[in-house]
């Protein structure tokens, strides 16, 4: 079964037809957000002071609606290939090339 285990979100997934790929509990080097957007956001907002909460979100979900659809259908298929990569393997780790 896959990290998603509510019925809601199980009943949506199947009616939309998504393939569900098995994915390892605190895996880092398999969520997208770790290698794409995080890097990506802490470059745009490196140096910035936010006051509070408020801002802090806001500058967040500002720059996160900067990302196209494109960037996140790349980085899916970038996460599709790391996942085929790390278990093609036995799940050993790779070195950066």
Do not use: I
């Amino acid at each position: 079964m896959g990290p998603y285990t509510a019925m809601c979100v199980r009943w949506f997934l199947a009616q939309q037809q998504v393939t569900e790929l098995f994915h390892p509990l605190y895996s880092p080097d398999l969520v997208p957000a770790d290698f794409f957007h995080f890097p990506r956001l802490k470059l745009t907002l490196k140096g910035n002071r936010f006051s509070n909460t408020s801002n802090t979100q806001a500058a967040v979900t500002m720059e996160l609606n900067t990302f196209s659809k494109e960037d996140f259908f790349k980085r899916f298929q970038h996460l599709y290939e790391r996942y085929e990569k790390r278990f093609v393997d036995d799940g050993n780790y790779f070195k950066r090339q």
